[in-house]
């Protein structure tokens, strides 16, 4: 079983920056791919972006150029880094996980950590 914990939500003003963390911990034998979603009130969840185990990344069109996706692989964890916040960001993001493990490979989600972007 794999347990994803986000930190890192929280108030900030238009144009400021954020940065989300999502560390996995359990018996994962290999990460296939990690990444972010969002949902905000009145709307579907949608990718935010995501990063496979070879590097690759992908966004959604309305963050390229704001956000990145990172991670260490020592840790376990993935990292979102959001600059140049917009009101429209605001939403609970939830991290997601690919997992290898000796059931074979499983999905998880992390609970959430809300963005506020408000003056």
């Known amino acids: 079983q794999v347990q994803l914990v986000e930190s890192g939500g929280g108030l900030v003003q238009p144009g400021g920056s954020l940065r989300l963390s999502c560390a996995a911990s359990g018996s994962i034998f290999s990460i296939n791919a990690m990444g972010w979603y969002r949902q905000a009130p009145g709307k579907q969840r949608e990718l935010v972006a995501t990063i496979t185990s070879g590097g690759s990344t992908n966004y959604a069109d309305s963050v390229k150029g704001r956000f990145t996706i990172s991670r260490d692989n020592a840790k376990n964890t993935v990292y979102l880094q959001m600059s140049s916040l917009k009101p429209e960001d605001t939403a609970v993001y939830l991290c997601?996980?690919?997992?290898?493990?000796?059931?074979?490979?499983?999905?998880?989600w992390g609970q959430g950590t809300q963005v506020t972007v408000s003056s």
């Open positions: 997601y996980g690919e997992f290898s493990l000796s059931r074979g490979t499983l999905s998880y």
